[in-house]
């Protein structure tokens, strides 16, 4: 593409480049939710999968349909997502300094590495605990009976707010290193950040406190780890000061 001579382009082909980039995103949106459609009973199943042996329900025509769309389109946004993030990367990265290119690829690996763990450790430790709980309502004259779009809503919001809990010390490695935190004041409110998140673990999990403490733990390592972070980020900041 042809630049102006301060190396800028024109503003028409700045538009013409993020058509370009929109309509890629939206194909591969597309085919990855087609793939995943067609794949939907094997989707469905990995989510089910802490169900044990317990069946899901529809209760009206279009309810497993929509369910299995919605399905689709969620898990092909998330196997579309690195070219999604490649493509906004692209349209970006010719503004952008190299400093700031370091600084925004870093966040996006630790943000992706964060949420994937966050969505890792829910399903396998968390999740369990809190279906088994509701379980436990059961009795001979209630039957649990879950319909698919409910289960689906459920699943889904329950693991992707681990997901973005696990965030944490992303966010106050970003904060301490525009200078908006400091390890002083992360470590005097450690109680207030206690509470917090036992009142956050409440909200999330059953209230049962096997689940509270599955919870809370995490919260309290991975706010440990922002302060060591933010620390990291000080320092840096103070040498190149010195400098």
């Known amino acids: 593409m042809s630049k102006n001579r301060d190396g800028t382009m024109p503003i028409l082909e700045h538009l013409a480049e993020l058509r370009l980039r929109l309509l890629i995103s939206a ?15 094997l989707i469905r199943g990995i989510l089910t999968q802490p169900l044990d042996e317990l069946k899901l329900i529809y209760l009206s025509p279009p309810e497993a349909f929509m369910a299995n769309l919605r399905l689709s389109l969620i898990s092909g946004l998330i196997i579309s997502s690195p070219v999604l ?9 010719p503004g952008l300094t190299r400093g700031e290119k370091i600084f925004l690829i870093s966040v996006i690996i630790g943000s992706a590495f964060l949420f994937i763990s966050g969505v890792v450790f829910a399903y396998y430790v ?5 279906l ?13 009976l879950f319909t698919v779009s409910e289960y689906i809503s459920f699943f889904l919001s329950f693991n992707f707010a681990f997901g973005a809990v696990f965030q944490l010390p992303l966010v106050t490695w970003a904060l301490g290193k525009i200078g908006l935190l400091s390890t002083e004041f992360l470590r005097r409110h450690r109680k207030i950040a206690l509470l917090f998140m036992l009142i956050m673990s409440s909200i999330i999990t059953p209230p049962d406190i096997i689940s509270q403490v599955i919870m809370v733990l995490p919260l309290l390592f991975l706010y440990e780890v922002g302060i060591i972070m933010v620390m990291i980020s000080e320092r840096k900041r103070l040498q190149l000061l010195s400098e």
């Open 27 to 41: 194909g591969a949106l597309l085919v990855a939710a087609i793939i995943c459609f067609a794949n939907v009973e």
């Open 132 to 144: 088994r709980f509701f379980l436990q309502f059961a009795s001979a004259d209630l039957e649990p």
């Open 85 to 93: 993030t490649y493509q906004v990367l692209a349209f970006a990265f």
């Open 126 to 130: 968390v999740f369990p605990f809190t």
